[in-house]
Nanobody, 115 residues
Framework: QVQLVESGGGLVQAGGSLRLSCAAS????????MGWYRQVPGRQRELVAS???????NYADSVKGRFTISRDNAKNTVYLQMSSLKPEDTAVYYC?????????WGQGTRVTVSS
């Protein structure tokens, strides 16, 4: 089993920065891609960024140039550095990990960006 624990959410003013972390434990050696989704009440969960075990990254158009995803395979941890935050980035951010054939999810961490 793989467990994911997120940290780093909070309240920040527009234009500010936050860094989210997601640490995996358990059978972490079996993890393939990791990443982050976010969800706003009443809307579908959307992919923010992902990173493969080899370091290939993918970003939503809305965060390109502002967010950076990285991964420390030795620590089984994925990070999301968020800069130039906008009020529309306000959401609950969920870490995920592909552990074939399953997808594991973290509990979510709330990010609130005030205008």
């Amino acid at each position: 089993q793989v467990q994911l624990v997120e940290s780093g959410g909070g309240l920040v003013q527009a234009g500010g920065s936050l860094r989210l972390s997601c640490a995996a434990s358990g059978r972490a050696f079996s993890i393939n891609t990791m990443g982050w989704y976010r969800q706003v009440p009443g809307r579908q969960r959307e992919l923010v960024a992902s990173i493969t075990s080899g370091g290939t990254t993918n970003y939503a158009d809305s965060v390109k140039g502002r967010f950076t995803i990285s991964r420390d395979n030795a620590k089984n941890t994925v990070y999301l550095q968020m800069s130039s935050l906008k009020p529309e980035d306000t959401a609950v951010y969920y870490c995920y990990a592909q552990v074939p054939p399953y997808v594991k999810w973290g509990q979510g961490t709330r990010v609130t960006v005030s205008s």
